[in-house]
């Protein structure tokens, strides 16, 4: 069943297809009819792969599957996803940059329009967040500086907090006179505490459209593109990656787009980069242009 967030997030996409239904009826159409062919089209062909994959679990054609039916609902709006260590209400611009990457594909924030993707980010960042020294100071342990690495490094195994506690102790010799019971509830408060955070967004495709396609040619992107990448004499041959690296990666890159109306960055996700085809990541430059839906499948008011 919908959440309120799904609701609200339908509304608004259903508004901004009305205003471009108004604006340009004739395109609006086309695209509307265009995207539902194609949507149709891969659900039949990857429900027809998905029924031959052999075995128990979640295969790559089964999680083909599930991903075109979770977008059907709503196809032609675009829900991007983020994983983060952190818990937060709003993209926050002043936090560019202390994530994991180096902002290769420019200066934004970063949402993925596989959760796949966002879910490994989600978990290779979920240590991130946990602060230490207070949980040792709470329980009232004092563990050595030898031992914390060792405690980071045997917290990434999934195994019950008893064991890893024996691990601990095992593994170094100055943790080994610290309470067992005391190094357990160090080692729960870490799994309960380090799970890292899911973040349903709303992308509008106003925006989506006004950016900068790093796989594409210049000639078959958005005027604003194109008209940036003619003041600068590049090709209209070559690819947005080019135009890119023209402007630069860094704030300054970013502005010089900003001001030319470019919303952001689209480029094929590591998935789908070798297909040229599929689903993308997202460089976006507004964090105003980004709706946060849910956070772990938790609404956000």
Do not use: C
């Given at each position: ?21 108004v604006q340009n009826p004739m395109a609006s159409l086309q695209q509307m009819a265009g995207y539902g062919i194609d ?143 005391k190094l357990t509830e160090l080692f729960k408060t870490y799994q309960e505490k380090s799970g890292g955070n899911m ?103």
């Amino acid at each position: 069943m919908p959440t309120l967030a799904d609701i609200y997030s339908l509304i608004d996409s259903t508004k901004r297809r009305g205003a471009d239904l108004v604006q340009n009826p004739m395109a609006s159409l086309q695209q509307m009819a265009g995207y539902g062919i194609d949507k149709a089209n891969a659900a039949r062909d990857q429900l027809y792969q998905a029924t031959e994959e052999e075995g128990i679990g979640y295969g790559p054609k089964t999680k083909a599957l599930a991903q075109q039916m979770a977008g059907a609902y709503n196809p032609i709006g675009i829900t991007t996803w983020h994983g983060s260590p952190h818990i937060f209400q709003k993209f926050d611009m002043s936090k560019l940059g202390t994530g994991e990457g180096a902002q290769v594909y420019g200066s934004g924030m970063y949402t993925a329009e596989n959760p796949l993707v966002a879910k490994g980010y989600q978990e290779s960042l979920a240590g991130k967040a946990f602060n230490l020294k207070p949980e040792t100071e709470r329980l009232g342990i004092d563990l050595p500086i030898s031992a914390r690495g060792e405690f980071m490094r045997q917290a990434q195994a999934k195994l019950p907090p008893e064991r890893l506690a024996k691990n601990l102790q095992n593994a170094n010799i100055d943790s080994r006179d610290l309470p067992i019971d005391k190094l357990t509830e160090l080692f729960k408060t870490y799994q309960e505490k380090s799970g890292g955070n899911m973040y349903k967004v709303d992308l509008p495709d106003t925006h989506i459209r006004r950016m900068l396609d790093w796989d594409a040619p210049i000639k078959e992107q958005p005027a604003v593109v194109r008209n940036l990448a003619k003041s600068l004499g590049i090709d209209m041959n070559d690819l947005g990656g080019d135009l890119l690296a023209k402007v630069g990666k860094d704030e300054a890159g970013r502005k010089v787009m900003q001001d030319a109306g470019i919303r952001g960055v689209k480029y094929l996700d590591q998935t789908s980069r070798n297909a040229k085809e599929g689903t993308r990541n997202f460089v976006v430059f507004d964090p105003n242009h980004l709706t946060i839906l849910e956070r772990n499948n938790q609404a956000i008011k």
